[in-house]
DNA sequence: TAAAATGCATGT
DNA sequence: CATGCATTTTAC
């Protein structure tokens, strides 16, 4: 049925004579067996038989045999010798001569691999997609045209804007932590910044966090370099067309590339920018071993091609200001005067602590400030947008006088009440208790769980604007634009319509649950989404106004109303070293059976020398460990943990036990 | 999942 | 202490 395939699986030993006397230089091939199992996450070296000895270039897909079965695998290098004593297997099968895992992938996988302490082939996975067999047949898509340098354009409101971009069309490699304006420049800025990169003959990979940026920042490439000269890479769009248009970017026709996660890892050729919007979003954490972060992986990777790189976003993550305050970027952005016109007027509503802590309260009183706010929008013809926590937050426990979050005296991470319906408090990261628990901050003893949000809440507030237009847009029901014109719009996080004219009044409901989720990332997460809303209002000077209905006193309100997201991260940045915490440490955290960790932490050591092991304590069903070692440590640390399971994997009498570096929330 | 390595009972 | 067979380990 498959002679070519037959002949292939058996080559015989006649074969490899005659590969030999006709003498390829190169008569072996390094390949990486695509298999999980870590203690295989190294090369074995095959035999290249004549008859394959043109098509097993490195980068292409091959079967071998190995332990018995055929496997996949990949051509990592063809190599004059082989080192190994035993005897070679031949290569079973080149899949086809395409070479997809280019070398520069091949290095950014490897390295990412050893970061997050998972397998080459897991990374691979990530980055390389499935092969179409049709599609590869197809002829070759026309080579785009090089677009001439962009003009500036809004550019110029940044401080050193010009220069980034004439640096970017120069060919150098700026590396840029930019906060953006306020509003809807930021697609076009990005596509400016391409189309610079592009001028200078270099390639470009821009990410985004979901499809509806994605569509804007298409949109924008669209207008600033039409639409043949970059292609955009989204889930959706099915495997045939994913692999045609991912094959355009590989055989060079095309080198401008915008899409989500997996688009980070498009084989562009001679890279010269990347782009992360909104790095902060955590749809930027891959959710598939090993679970690298998207930002991360974009900064390793223009650090390795010598690319320019622009972290973008309305404010900075903590780790994108770490980057900053490294040298590793520098921060970009508009002056206080040029910030401050863009941006809408803020106000603070709800100090009333009572009214705040009760959603349902909070609901049918609206503040008298919000509801004049929406009032005055509407009246003059304006949408206003309300902004609404999604239901489901973790109840976290903090402080029932200052609400500030009760965390562990020994660990610093934060502190819950374990088990059904028990009363004790205890640390969820190192499990010890906390009984006589005071507050750092005004020495109060009581403790409230905080209260959640619902959508519910909004749906009500609707009501009290009779005659009103309410629309939703949330995960169920998406909105991506609204006309001009007297509506309301309540939205959940991420999924805030964009308004043709922007909105008059911007609501930020509810601000209490979101700031008191068990999560070291509330405050920044919470200031993230405020910002992204807020940054959807018309500017203060055309009668554009925010209203955040939670406590004036925290520091993320403080940081909304002064605008000064920077600020916020870098006292974020400050607390959390002061603390122990990610991003100024760097973490482990380890799912599974007790003993099984117990076994992989055995098998791992010796630990860093800075590690510290935490827990176990009781975390989705199972039981998690967290080891905590200083940034410097931190490859070590996935390196020892990598060696570990290796280690495990290869005597199989453990369950499994996952591992992740980085993740978001320790919790 | 095929071959090699190891374990182990058995008969001398 | 060879030998044959079963089980475990390795993996090119």
Same mark, same amino acid.
């Given at each position: 049925?498959?002679?070519?395939?037959?002949?292939?699986?058996? #080559?015989?030993?006649?074969?490899?004579?005659?590969?030999?006397? !006709?003498? #390829?230089?190169?008569?072996?091939?390094? /390949?990486? /067996?695509?298999?999980?199992?870590?203690? =295989?996450?190294? %090369?074995?070296?095959?035999?290249?038989?004549? &008859?394959?000895?043109?098509?097993?270039?490195?980068? !292409?897909?091959?079967?071998?045999?190995?332990?018995?079965?055929?496997?996949?695998?990949?051509?990592?290098?063809? +190599? #004059?010798?082989?080192?190994?004593? *035993?005897?070679?297997?031949? =290569? $079973?099968?080149?899949?086809?001569?395409?070479?997809? +895992?280019?070398?520069?992938?091949? *290095?950014?996988?490897?390295?990412?691999?050893?970061?997050?302490?998972? !397998?080459?082939?897991?990374?691979?996975?990530?980055?390389?997609? %499935?092969?179409?067999?049709?599609? @590869? $047949?197809?002829? $070759? =898509?026309? &080579?785009?045209? &090089?677009?001439?340098?962009?003009?500036? *354009?809004?550019?110029?409101?940044? +401080?050193?804007?010009?220069?980034?971009?004439?640096?970017? *069309?120069?060919?150098?490699?700026?590396?840029?932590?930019?906060?953006?304006?306020?509003?809807?420049?930021?697609?076009?800025?990005?596509?400016?910044?391409?189309?610079?990169?592009?001028?200078?003959?270099?390639?470009?990979?821009?990410?985004?966090?979901?499809?509806?940026?994605? +569509?804007?920042?298409?949109?924008? =490439?669209? @207008?600033?370099?039409?639409? @043949?000269?970059?292609?955009?890479?989204?889930? @959706?769009?099915?495997?045939?067309?994913r692999y045609r248009r991912w094959l355009a970017v590989r055989r060079g026709a095309v080198r401008c590339v915008v899409g989500t996660r997996a688009a980070a890892w498009a084989p562009v050729r001679d890279l010269g920018l990347v782009v992360c919007w909104d790095d902060g979003d955590d749809l930027h954490k891959e959710p598939r071993a090993p679970y690298p972060h998207i930002r991360d992986v974009l900064v390793l990777r223009a650090h390795r091609a010598g690319a320019a790189a622009l972290i973008g976003g309305f404010g900075p993550s903590v780790e994108a200001e770490l980057l900053v305050a490294r040298r590793w970027a520098h921060a970009l952005g508009a002056d206080r005067p040029t910030v401050r016109a863009a941006a809408p007027r803020i106000e603070v509503a709800g100090d009333d602590r009572q009214q705040e802590r009760d959603a349902a309260a909070s609901s049918a009183r609206l503040p008298t400030l919000a509801w004049r706010a929406a009032r005055e929008s509407l009246a003059a013809g304006r949408p206003v947008l309300v902004q609404v926590p999604r239901t489901g937050y973790q109840p976290a426990v903090a402080c029932s006088q200052c609400r500030t979050p009760a965390r562990c005296r020994h660990c610093a991470g934060p502190l819950g009440r374990t088990g059904e319906g028990s009363c004790a408090l205890a640390c969820r990261w190192c499990g010890r208790p906390a009984a006589d628990w005071s507050c750092p901050i005004c020495s109060h003893q009581g403790l409230r769980a905080m209260t959640v949000g619902s959508r519910r809440t909004a749906e009500e507030l609707g009501r009290s604007f009779a005659g009103v237009t309410v629309r939703t847009s949330d995960r169920e029901g998406i909105l991506t634009q609204v006309a001009d014109g007297p509506a309301l719009i309540v939205a959940t996080p991420g999924a805030e319509p964009v308004a043709d004219n922007g909105y008059g009044a911007v609501l930020l409901l509810d601000g209490g649950a979101m700031l008191s989720r068990a999560d070291l990332r509330a405050g920044e997460e919470t200031l993230r989404r405020w910002l992204a809303a807020a940054a959807l209002g018309r500017p203060a000077s055309a009668g554009g106004v925010v209203i955040v209905m939670a406590d004036a006193g925290l520091a993320p309100v403080q940081a909304l109303v002064r605008w000064d997201p920077p600020g916020f991260a870098r006292r974020e940045y400050a607390e959390r070293a002061e603390l122990g915490l990610p991003p100024a440490v760097r973490m482990a955290a380890l799912d599974g059976a007790a003993p099984d960790i117990a076994a992989l932490l055995a098998a791992a050591s010796p630990l860093p020398g800075s590690a510290e092991v935490l827990g176990p304590v009781p975390h989705a069903g199972a039981d998690r460990t967290l080891v905590r070692v200083n940034r410097a440590e931190g490859t070590d640390l996935a390196a020892r943990l990598h060696a570990g399971s290796g280690v495990l994997s290869a005597r199989k009498e453990t369950g499994p036990v996952r591992v992740e570096l980085d993740p978001l929330s320790p919790v």
């Open positions: 049925m498959n002679p070519a395939g037959a002949a292939g699986g058996s #080559p015989g030993f006649k074969d490899q004579l005659e590969g030999a006397a !006709t003498g #390829p230089s190169l008569p072996i091939a390094r /390949v990486a /067996v695509d298999s999980p199992l870590p203690h =295989l996450d190294r %090369p074995f070296d095959y035999a290249v038989p004549a &008859t394959m000895d043109e098509a097993a270039q490195p980068g !292409t897909r091959v079967r071998v045999r190995f332990a018995g079965r055929l496997v996949d695998g990949w051509v990592l290098d063809r +190599l #004059p010798a082989s080192d190994h004593d *035993g005897r070679l297997s031949p =290569l $079973a099968k080149v899949v086809s001569p395409e070479p997809v +895992l280019v070398p520069e992938i091949l *290095g950014l996988a490897r390295a990412v691999a050893d970061r997050w302490a998972g !397998t080459l082939s897991q990374v691979v996975r990530l980055a390389v997609p %499935p092969r179409h067999a049709r599609v @590869e $047949a197809e002829p $070759a =898509l026309p &080579t785009a045209a &090089t677009p001439p340098a962009p003009a500036p *354009g809004s550019w110029s409101s940044y +401080l050193g804007g010009e220069r980034f971009l004439s640096a970017l *069309g120069a060919g150098a490699a700026p590396r840029a932590v930019w906060r953006a304006l306020p509003g809807p420049r930021w697609p076009g800025e990005i596509a400016t910044a391409a189309q610079a990169a592009l001028a200078a003959e270099l390639g470009v990979v821009v990410v985004v966090p979901d499809a509806r940026d994605l +569509l804007r920042v298409a949109a924008a =490439l669209e @207008e600033a370099i039409g639409a @043949e000269c970059f292609v955009s890479l989204a889930a @959706e769009l099915g495997p045939a067309e």
